[in-house]
């Protein structure tokens, strides 16, 4: 499956984006979609991933601040984040998870004033 994600950019500390990952089949055939990232300098970490029934789960670090959704009709997983803080920079990745994983391009959020 092939993953085109979106909606990173710069943005001030406190303030909202909201990413996409639109995928190129149905994804009521992927049984999990998510998010992870990296920052300069660390390893790839898990953000949050929702699963075919819609039960999402996310790292402690984004708990009340990020929520993932998902809209099957227009094939796209989105993640919600707000209250954002200069540590969220990072590429965040969107993933899907069948027999196999797919990873999207990444897109680039900087949080920085």
């Known amino acids: 499956v092939q993953l085109q994600a979106s909606g990173g950019g710069l943005v001030q500390p406190g303030r909202s984006l909201r990413l996409s990952c639109a995928a190129s089949?149905?994804?009521?055939?992927?049984?999990?979609m998510g998010w992870y990232r990296q920052a300069p300098g660390k390893q790839r970490e898990l953000v949050a991933t929702?699963?075919?029934?819609?039960?999402?789960n996310y790292a402690d670090s984004v708990k009340g601040r990020f929520t993932i959704s998902r809209d099957n009709a227009k094939n796209t997983v989105y993640l919600q984040m707000v209250s954002l803080k200069p540590e969220d920079t990072a590429v965040y990745y969107c993933?899907?998870?069948?027999?196999?994983?797919?990873w999207g391009q990444g897109t680039l959020v900087t949080v920085s004033s």
């Open positions: 089949i149905s994804i009521f055939s992927i049984n999990a």
């Open positions: 929702i699963t075919s029934g819609g039960k999402p």
């Open positions: 993933y899907a998870s069948r027999w196999d994983i797919s």
